[in-house]
């Protein structure tokens, strides 16, 4: 007697690519955003880093629904974070405006490139903290911002200062200030919500369509300023939740006292 039992056929290999791919364009257009900025190009810049957000956001996503994880794409993606929302950001913040500090003297000069390595190493820290946490934390919060959000504040505000007509070296002395607290709060304790509890499955109620529409048009109307106000409120969300959760908890009284 025959083994009728059907016999599924072995996936390509090649199909792994494709979540590599995902992530390979991000980092290129971390990559492309560095070497605009060198020659001025600062909005199609903070573009960039904006559009390696969009890619990073989809190749985890991609991996799941082709059932194509793999240790090395984790890995992979790492490193490509540490390109698109580490360096680019820091770069492009240098070039722009924190470069300019130089004609104030060599000190100052040094103010700048060490408020945009100050970023790039807390991006990196980062990083390296979620890898080796990623199994035992609440999936719902991040532990301090993470960095494609870190970046997309910073983006956002080149993006924005750039289309009011403010140029990098008018912000100078705001500049340096902006790149060192982004960073620290990669680095920090402060919880953010990540969102992955979202309801993201094949049905959603209809009042998530209608909200996801609401929230889109203002995007469409005038990205930049709307970009800067979401994303720094966003940044201010996890020391705010973070401290009331702690006052809260103060308050409470304890189980058995009076």
Known sequence: MSDTTPVRAPRH??????PNL??????FAGFYAIVVSIGGRFTD??????????????????ARLTHTQSEFGVQYD???????FGLAPSLVMYNWSLSSLREYGPLWGKVGWAAAFIYAVCAALRLARFNTQ????????????ASPAAAAVCMSF???????????????????FLAVVVGLLMVSRFRYYSFKSLPMGERVPFLWIIIGVLILIPFFVDPPPVLLVVFSLYLLSGPVVTLWGLATRR???RRGSA
């Open 134 to 145: 990623v199994g035992v934390i609440d999936k719902r919060y991040f532990q301090g911002l």
């Open 45 to 62: 810049a903070a573009i960039a880093v904006f559009v390696a957000a969009l890619l990073d956001g989809m190749d985890g996503r991609v």
């Open 22 to 27: 995902f992530t390979t364009g991000a980092m």
């Open 158 to 176: 080149v993006w924005s200062m750039e289309n009011f007509g403010f140029s990098g070296p008018e912000l100078d002395m705001f500049t340096p």
């Open 251 to 253: 308050k409470r009284p």
């Open 13 to 18: 290999p090649g199909i792994y690519l494709l």
């Open 78 to 84: 790492s490193l490509s974070d540490l390109v698109s």
